[in-house]
């Protein structure tokens, strides 16, 4: 844990900023104001994750030890505190460990609500488990046909191609939330792997007994061991306690202004999945949420005039899901394509990378 607080000019107090949430967007805010402010990061885990690498690591461990970063391996000069935020009140954060953390700017990052380890190094321990639990395996079954899904499914068929894997979705489609022909495509990609796709069913998971599993429509499905792979909730049922209750729409989501804000709230900024903004809830748009609030907070504490302050335009709905190690399925807005060159993009490393970069890493 480290913790500094630079004095710049005599009689001059460093701006306070807390930064709830150390997934792809808070990381990114705290690593790049820990210069400018006195930053404290505030996060349950001690560690920031690529989310986009984890389904590859589930199936190469080693992934994982690049893509599990220690939160003190790129965010040296600020305060991390490994606790989870309970209240907000006027100007200052309470934590479940009976913390107080006074700010003059917020920066609320808290995604979607996942259970995972609390250290990186039992986060490693998971990801060999997960592996072994595939390798062990001779029938798989995935619940969920969504991005997480299906590029599970991707991985295992591309590196395990003698398993037999079933994919069950309740929608009518894979991948609902791009367009028909990208789902197509990627329903014939995995059926010519030997995947087998069942749309329209759900799988009852509380009971299950020897292996035999039951669908919503009576039918029985034989598996070594399953994943779900289903959407997790948005990260913000404890702000419905705290000053910013009224700033939630009705999906629980923070509305925000075009500069980020949280609405009501002038010093308040949200980022990510959380916020209201009309967009495809992915990474790679809290990254730029990330850089727009960084932008925004460094002028305001420069004593900037708020009309110069940085605007952000929802994204244009881009999505690129990995096939395995070569290939992908990519929507542009103009076109859809599946195979060798979308994966070229992403699949190799899956900007794993590019992201240690950004954080000042080796990549």
């Known amino acids: 844990m480290t913790s500094s607080a630079s004095e710049g000019s005599p009689g001059r107090r460093e701006k306070r900023v807390v930064v709830i949430g150390g997934g792809v967007g808070g990381s990114l805010v705290a690593k790049s104001l820990q210069s400018f402010a006195d930053v404290v990061l505030i996060d349950p885990k001690e560690y920031f994750e ?132 990208a789902s197509q495509k990627t329903f014939d990609w995995l059926t010519t792997r030997r995947v087998e796709v069942i749309l329209e069913q759900s799988v009852d998971l509380t009971n299950v007994s020897d292996g035999t599993y039951q669908t919503s429509a009576g039918e029985t499905l034989k598996a070594d061991c ?31 202004d075009e500069q980020l804000r949280v609405k009501g709230h002038n010093n308040v900024f949200a980022i990510g999945d959380i916020t209201d903004i009309p967009e495809l809830k992915q990474g790679y748009l809290a990254q730029r949420h990330a850089e727009v609030t960084v932008k925004n907070l460094k002028l305001l504490m420069t004593g900037g005039r708020e009309s110069k302050m940085a605007t952000y335009k929802p994204g244009s709905a881009i999505a690129l899901v990995s096939l395995g190690r070569k290939e992908a399925v990519a929507q542009f807005p103009l076109i859809t394509v599946i195979g060798c060159v979308p994966g070229m993009i992403k699949s190799g490393d899956l900007f794993v990378g590019k992201t240690r970069k950004q954080l000042g890493l080796n990549p």
């Open 50 to 181: 690529i989310p986009w690498a984890s389904l590859r690591a589930m199936v190469e461990p080693s992934v994982a030890e690049r893509s599990v970063i220690d939160h003190g391996a790129y965010f040296t000069s600020g305060q991390i505190v490994c606790s989870a935020a309970v209240d907000i009140r006027d100007g200052e954060v309470l934590t479940a460990d009976g913390s107080r953390f006074p700010f003059d700017y917020l920066v609320i990052a808290t995604g979607h609500r996942d259970s995972v380890p609390r250290s990186r190094s039992e986060r490693l321990i998971q990801y060999k488990a997960e592996c072994d639990k595939i390798k062990s395996a001779n029938s798989i079954l995935i619940v969920g046909g969504g991005p997480t899904g299906v590029e599970l499914a991707g991985e295992i068929s591309v590196d395990f191609p003698d398993k037999k894997v079933t994919l069950v979705h309740r929608g009518s489609r894979l991948l609902e939330f791009i367009g028909p022909k």
């Open 226 to 256: 399953h994943f779900l792979c289903t959407g997790k909730p948005i990260g913000s049922s404890w702000l419905r306690e705290t000053i910013l209750k009224d700033s939630l729409d009705n999906r629980g989501r923070l509305m925000v």
